[in-house]
T-cell receptor, first 110, second 112 residues
Framework: AQRVTQPEKLLSVFKGAPVELKCNYSYSGSPELFWYVQYSRQRLQLLLRHISRESIKGFTADLNKGETSFHLKKPFAQEEDSAMYYCALSGQTGANNLFFGTGTRLTVIP | KAGVTQTPRYLIKTRGQQVTLSCSPISGHRSVSWYQQTPGQGLQFLFEYFSETQRNKGNFPGRFSGRQFSNSRSEMNVSTLELGDSALYLC???????????FGSGTRLTVV
């Protein structure tokens, strides 16, 4: 069965400090991993897809199949990064059903 | 281009009633999925529709149902409402498998 674990409910970092939001998954096949972000009073929006290997707003995430992890990283946190971050997994080829982690609330302290 | 539109934004219903929520996906998106978000359970997948067919279903009771129309608009229905059904219901659409979703703002359902 699919499972996504985000071990930290809350994470606070100072502005300019590096940030890493952890995500571990459990899935027997080849998963598609995503990071979604929800800023205050805004809708949930896609931040990153592992398949595209892109960097959005300075964030990157690398899929580590050996450690079954997909941690989200940014070298220098900004105040506008404060938000709720969700890691999600889609395990079924051709399908669009996502399994979400419980989310990590990131607060960047000025 | 217009985003995913969900109506209504807020809804208050009484236990035992039924409710229908509506979702209009982004033009051209054929996959529509529904999620329930609660403080206790987080974001949980309800079901996905593609070309008017339910393609996937989450682990929810049969009181939760949905459908998709030929224009890709989707509705979800909850019958015999229970207090525990109070949640934010999110709709999301996509135009490619495993490409990622675009979410709507949600419908906040309160059951009293």
């Amino acid at each position: 069965a699919q499972r996504v674990t985000q071990p930290e409910k809350l994470l606070s970092v100072f502005k300019g400090a590096p940030v890493e939001l952890k995500c571990n998954y459990s899935y027997s096949g080849s998963p598609e991993l995503f990071w979604y972000v929800q800023y205050s009073r805004q809708r949930l929006q896609l931040l990153l897809r592992h398949i595209s290997r892109e960097s959005i707003k300075g964030f990157t995430a690398d899929l580590n199949k050996g450690e079954t992890s997909f941690h989200l990283k940014k070298p220098f946190a900004q105040e506008e990064d404060s938000a709720m971050y969700y890691c999600a997994l889609s395990g079924q080829t051709g399908a669009n059903n996502l399994f979400f982690g419980t989310g990590t609330r990131l607060t960047v302290i000025p | 281009k217009a985003g995913v539109t969900q109506t209504p934004r807020y809804l208050i219903k009484t236990r035992g009633q039924q409710v229908t929520l509506s979702c209009s996906p982004i033009s051209g998106h054929r996959s529509v999925s529904w999620y329930q978000q609660t403080p206790g359970q987080g974001l949980q997948f309800l079901f996905e529709y593609f070309s008017e067919t339910q393609r996937n279903k989450g682990n929810f009771p049969g009181r939760f149902s949905g459908r998709q129309f030929s224009n890709s608009r989707s509705e979800m229905n909850v019958s015999t409402l229970e207090l525990g059904d109070s949640a934010l219901y999110l709709c999301a659409s996509s135009n490619r498998a495993n490409y990622g979703y675009t979410f709507g703002s949600g419908t906040r359902l309160t059951v009293v």
